[in-house]
């Protein structure tokens, strides 16, 4: 079976509620499958640190108004520098969201929501995935995972986690020092100190060799922004094709079926 095709899309954990342009992904690959056959995976980068991924748009029922609603985080160490896999929600977070959730999406979702028991973003947004359906028969590969990363060759430009103020946080690695980013110009530079590869996860410009030198995807589904980026010649042999596209791309999905 080493020639079977190996279908494969990336993407950060985007919202409690899938951003729409990851079931455009989802949809791309099981079209693609239905085609040449072959496997589906699921390059999970929980790895990353923004806030911002996890941004959830919700349009209201009734006067189709749009509102922002995210994660809360313990701490501001973790909302800022923590990678998603690592941020942890206050135990009072999925209640208060429960009784918003009402004004913008059908009992149906409400109750899966309330059914998805984690205490960690990357994991909250993963169980919310899979009790969706969205994911069904498709194997899923965490950039989290030390196994991954022990697998994974060396990159030139890449992420460190180390401990700062209590916390687990993820760091540029550059020039022999450990950076986190405030804001602007303005960065904090911690002493580097050894790491092994389970705390190694890449830059945006490396993150494809990084993934392919373990996945060897045959397939990539490349996502709108991607396409503007994407070193294709660090995965050779690779066919690259766009996501289907598909409206409000950036909001939240809650239709009944994917």
Known sequence: MANSPL?????????FFPRRFLVAKVRSARRLQAEIGGEIVFFYHDSDHDPRETRTILRHRKTNETAHLNFSFENKI?????????????????????????????????????????????DFCLGMYRQMELLEGVRVARSSDPAFRRAACEVGDFY??????????????ADGVFR?????????????VP?????????????????????HCT???????????????????????????IERADEAYTEISA
């Open 180 to 192: 986190l980013h405030e804001g602007g110009d303005r960065f904090i530079d911690l002493p580097a």
């Open 160 to 173: 460190v986690e180390t401990q700062y103020e209590g916390e687990m946080v993820r760091t540029r690695c």
């Open 78 to 122: 973790q909302r800022k520098y923590s990678p998603l896999y690592l941020k942890r929600i206050p135990a009072d977070w999925q209640e208060q969201t429960l009784r918003q959730l009402p004004n913008y999406v059908e009992r149906r979702w409400i109750d899966v929501f309330g059914k998805v028991k984690s205490g960690l973003v990357a």
């Open 7 to 15: 279908i494969c899309f990336g993407q950060q954990p985007c919202g």
């Open 219 to 245: 397939h990539y589904i490349a996502g709108a922004g991607e396409q503007s980026y994407l070193r294709r010649e660090d995965a050779p042999g690779v066919t690259f094709l766009p996501r289907d596209p």
């Open 195 to 215: 790491f092994g590869k389970e705390q190694i996860s890449p830059a945006r410009d490396t993150r494809l060799r990084w993934m392919q030198s373990v996945l």
